[in-house]
Structures are given as structure tokens and as C-alpha cells.
């Protein structure tokens, strides 16, 4: 099928606070537009006497937007064109405590305050209710990457199906995906269902933070609505599949490797590898001439190898800070953020035959045509 290259789509979040940085950071009415200044040149690392200033152009600005809000302009579309076959990615990246976690899944004890991913479960059940000619079956999986080393996060519970026991590793599956194999996949039926999942999985990483003393998010985490449909017509043997990936990557702000020891040095070091490495996928595939983009560097570039370069409908939500404190990492913020603006996918339907209705649909044919030949 043939598809039509679609750029990333970016938007920027920034947290509310009563310390907003006005003279550091100034949002045009235009809400597509940021312009910031800072005395210093983070790329350099040296501090300039006279206020430096930047304009980023983005999707769209998210500044004092409710989250139901949020979901319409950010989510909304990706989780629609997954009903229609597209896979679809939405990320959210930036530094620790700038709301990457309150955007993605929110707090879930008040309605208002739910984040994309519960709103987004919504309305896949009410979509299944309002396409009663087709048939669904729903899955649902919870990735952790951390050091390196991948977590199943629904691995205790029992009904899940899994490819394998124990070892979670990536494969590229023909066509241009990838999957991962080992990870186990569970059947949804309803809201609840699936919200229940999406606690115990939250839990699980909760559980991993405390028994490790972690005071930030340091682990990716990609949580994914396998979505298969099928027509209720029994002709036709054609089905679709998609995957929607709503992604809470770890806090992007550079860990020092000194003065801290052991397991939190291991950490710095993990997740700056891991950010580097994203960083280093999206300038290649950002950049047409490059022939190699370095997807199987890290577990995450790999993991969201066609959400980056391939089938997909992708968006990224860069979350920022507005106090000026903050300028340095959310100037970096921004600069990934208008990097990722370049990145093209690709998104094309996924849609297979199946063979035995094929099959079917066939012999029915044969004996119509021998039908009427005999008349
Ligand atoms: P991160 O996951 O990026 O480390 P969190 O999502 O945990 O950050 O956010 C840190 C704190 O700020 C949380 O208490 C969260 O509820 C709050 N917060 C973040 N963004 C918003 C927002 N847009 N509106 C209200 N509260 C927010
Ligand atoms: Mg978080």
C-alpha cells in the first residue's frame, strides 16, 4: 500500500507555575510560536554577558490547557487513525518533574486531571461500541526500559499471552516493524479492563522506583493498544491491524556522573546514553542524506524503531518548566524538540487477508459461476 511521508508533530507543554519566567520566555498569541532567551549558550557551555535569544517554531504551544484539551489537540487524531488501520506513537520527553507523567497518564484519582493514556482508552471502547459491523480484539502490553535491561510491567499477571518466558528482546518483523518478543500481551474487553492494567503496570514501576530509591523518572516506559478489526461480513477476508504506543520516556536533563556512586551512577549513565542515541537516530533521520540511522544502538531507539522512521503516525509532546531556573534544560528541550520536527513517517493502513475466509469466499465464488453456467 502507498503511503505519503508525514512529519513528526511536535507540541510544547509547560508546567503552570506562579514563577512564570516573562522575560525569559514569551509565548505569541499565535500558540505555534516560543521565543526565549538565556545569557547562556548551553551548546557551548560558556555564559555570555548580553541575553542570547531563540525562536522555536512548533505544532502547537500548550500553555495553561486543560488535559481534556490536550488530549483533543494532541491525541485524538493518532488514536482515530488507529481504527483506521495506522499505527500511531505519542511521546512525551523533558526533564524530570516538567509533567511528562501528569500528561501521559495523569492522576488518575480525578476525572479532570486523566492523562492521555486513560483518555485514550475511553475512546477506543467507545469506538468499538460505535462500529457494531466490525469485530475487535484488543490487547494490550506495558514496556519498561531500564539500564538497558527491558521489564515486562504485566509480567505477574496470569492470563497474559507471551511469546516466550523470561527474556524480552526486540525483533524486526518483515515489512519494516518491530515487536518484542517475550513480551506479554492481555485481551481487553472493557474500559475497566484495560484501566486496571494500566494501574497494576503503574504500580509495578512505582514498586521498581521505591525498592531502587529513585527521586526521578529514570526508566522509558511504552505503553501499547494492540488493535485488530475485522468485518462482520463473512466475504470479506480482509482485516486490519495497528498499534497505538503512548510513550513516558525518562527525565531528559544531562545526570552528572560525579558526586554520586554505584547503582545512581549506573543510572546517569544509562540515560544519557539513551537520550544521546535518540538524539543521534533523530539528527540521521532527520538528515536525507544519511543512509544509516542507528536504531539498534539502544533497547528504546530499537524498540521505537517505526515510530521514529517508519509506519506511523507520530507526536511528540516536549514538556518545559517556565521558571527561569530551568532555562538551560528547557532550551535543550526545545532544540530535541524542532529536531524532531524533521523526522518524516510514513504511515500506510495495515491491512492482511486472511487466508481460510479467502479460501471461503473463493469456493463461493466457483459455485456461483458453476451455477449459472449450468442454467
Ligand atoms: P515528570 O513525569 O516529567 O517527571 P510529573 O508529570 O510527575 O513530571 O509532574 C511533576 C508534578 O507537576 C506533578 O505533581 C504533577 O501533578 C504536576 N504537573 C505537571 N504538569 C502539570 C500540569 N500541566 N498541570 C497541573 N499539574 C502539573
Ligand atoms: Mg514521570
Not at 519498561?144 to 499471552?161: A, F, H, P, R
Not at 523526522?343 to 471461503?360: A, F, G, M, W, Y
Request: proline content about 2%; aromatic content about 6%; overall charge neutral.
Amino acid at each position: 500500500m502507498s503511503s505519503q511521508a508525514s512529519p513528526v508533530k511536535v507540541f510544547i507543554r509547560i508546567r503552570p507555575t506562579a514563577n512564570f519566567a516573562h522575560e525569559l520566555i514569551e509565548c505569541p498569541l499565535d500558540q505555534q510560536t516560543l521565543k526565549v532567551r538565556s545569557r547562556k549558550d548551553s551548546n557551548k557551555g560558556k555564559r555570555n554577558n548580553q541575553l542570547s535569544s531563540w525562536v522555536f517554531q512548533l505544532n502547537g504551544v500548550l500553555d495553561n490547557v486543560s488535559q481534556e484539551d490536550t488530549y483533543d489537540r494532541v491525541a485524538r487524531s493518532v488514536v482515530l487513525g488507529a481504527f483506521a488501520g495506522y499505527n500511531g506513537t505519542i511521546m512525551c520527553f523533558g526533564q524530570t518533574g516538567a509533567g511528562k507523567t501528569y500528561t501521559m497518564t495523569g492522576a488518575a484519582e480525578t476525572y479532570k486531571h486523566r492523562g492521555i493514556i486513560p483518555r485514550a482508552l475511553q475512546e477506543v471502547f467507545q469506538e468499538v461500541e460505535h462500529r457494531a459491523d466490525h469485530t475487535f480484539s484488543l490487547h494490550l502490553s506495558f514496556l519498561e526500559i531500564y539500564n538497558e535491561t527491558m521489564v515486562d510491567l504485566l509480567s505477574s499477571i496470569k492470563q497474559g499471552k507471551s511469546s516466550n518466558s523470561g527474556v524480552l528482546t526486540v525483533i524486526e518483523e518483515p515489512g519494516g516493524g518491530v515487536s518484542v518478543k517475550g513480551l506479554s500481551l492481555h485481551l481487553v474487553h472493557n474500559e475497566e479492563e484495560a484501566l486496571n492494567l494500566l494501574f497494576e503496570g503503574e504500580m509495578n514501576r512505582i514498586i521498581g522506583e521505591h525498592a531502587l530509591n529513585k527521586h526521578s523518572s529514570r526508566s522509558h516506559c511504552i505503553f501499547t493498544v494492540h488493535i485488530e478489526s475485522r468485518s462482520r461480513t463473512l466475504s470479506d477476508a480482509k482485516y486490519i491491524t495497528s498499534k497505538l504506543n503512548l510513550v513516558d520516556l525518562a527525565g531528559s536533563e544531562r545526570l552528572s556522573k560525579t558526586g554520586s556512586e554505584g547503582q545512581a551512577q549506573m543510572e546517569a549513565m544509562y540515560i544519557n546514553k539513551s537520550l544521546t542515541f535518540l538524539e543521534q537516530v533523530i539528527l540521521a533521520l532527520a538528515d536525507s542524506r544519511r543512509e544509516h540511522v542507528p536504531f539498534r544502538q539502544s533497547k528504546l531507539t530499537h524498540a521505537l524503531k517505526d515510530s521514529l522512521g517508519g509506519n506511523c503516525n507520530t507526536v511528540l509532546v516536549a514538556n518545559i518548566y517556565g521558571e527561569a531556573a530551568q532555562i538551560e534544560e528547557t532550551l535543550s528541550t526545545l532544540r530535541f524538540a524542532t529536531r524532531m520536527k524533521c523526522v518524516q513517517t510514513k504511515p500506510s493502513i495495515n491491512e492482511h487477508v486472511d487466508p481460510v475466509l479467502q479460501v471461503r469466499r473463493l469456493e463461493k465464488e466457483i459455485q456461483f459461476l458453476k451455477e449459472e453456467l449450468s442454467m
